[in-house]
T-cell receptor, first 113, second 110 residues
Framework: DTGVSQNPRHKITKRGQNVTFRCDPI?????LYWYRQTLGQGPEFLTY????????KSRLLSDRFSAERPKGSFSTLEIQRTEQGDSAMYLC???????????FGPGTRLLVL | TQLLEQSPQFLSIQEGENLTVYCNSS?????LQWYRQEPGEGPVLLVT?????EVKKLKRLTFQFGDARKDSSLHITAAQPGDTGLYLC??????????FGAGTQVVVTP
């Protein structure tokens, strides 16, 4: 399967702990996006990369959140000092340059106790 | 607050019936995507529409993009239980990020 993959699929952590999620995009895709989805809502944009450059960050991305895409391939999203309000599904998507169709991974569901 | 408003929020129908889901906004989008999402999974792309007035058909699903590129609709003919899911519309204003509606939960019972 050459789709977008995300790991882990589920993460349970205690408040105050740090967590890191990984996203592997479709191999030829230059753009990579992170979204967050809470229950009963559609996904909300967090940030996106073109190759290794982070081009835009949402106001939702507080200073506890950091995302990287060091070699322009996989990306990581780290949340420091997690809070209960961080509990959500974190979705990764990728797309080709110059195209707007985004293909999503299965998501990482985070539960902060 | 979602920039795109979807209606209805929830729809329950019998197998064989038709249904329409609406996606409205006051903003103009360069393209609009429809996705279907199953519980615990990521959204799966159904279609992308880019031209005002465009109509696309995907088997029993018909998608329309409004002339002004501010709204869209999804029509399902003769719904089947496999059509059950959360239908999401998402608009793009050309720089890549998608703005989603809150979704319409569709349940098709046998």
């Amino acid at each position: 399967d050459t789709g977008v993959s995300q790991n882990p699929r589920h993460k349970i952590t205690k408040r105050g702990q740090n967590v890191t999620f990984r996203c592997d995009p479709i191999s030829e895709h230059n753009r990579l996006y992170w979204y967050r989805q809470t229950l009963g809502q559609g996904p909300e944009f967090l940030t996106y990369f073109q190759n290794e450059a982070q081009l835009e960050k949402s106001r939702l991305l507080s200073d506890r959140f950091s995302a990287e895409r060091p070699k322009g391939s996989f990306s990581t999203l780290e949340i420091q000092r997690t809070e209960q309000g961080d509990s959500a599904m974190y979705l990764c998507a990728s797309s080709l340059d110059q195209q707007e169709t985004q293909y999503f991974g299965p998501g990482t569901r985070l539960l902060v106790l | 607050t979602q920039l795109l408003e979807q209606s209805p929020q929830f729809l329950s129908i019998q197998e064989g019936e038709n249904l329409t889901v609406y996606c409205n906004s006051s903003s103009v989008f360069s393209s609009l995507q429809w996705y279907r999402q199953e519980p615990g999974e990521g959204p799966v792309l159904l279609v992308t529409v880019v031209t005002g007035g465009e109509v696309k058909k995907l088997k029993r699903l018909t998608f329309q993009f409004g002339d002004a590129r501010k709204d869209s609709s999804l029509h399902i003919t003769a719904a089947q239980p496999g059509d059950t899911g959360l239908y999401l519309c998402a608009g793009s204003k050309s720089w890549g990020k998608l703005q989603f509606g809150a979704g319409t939960q569709v349940v098709v019972t046998p």
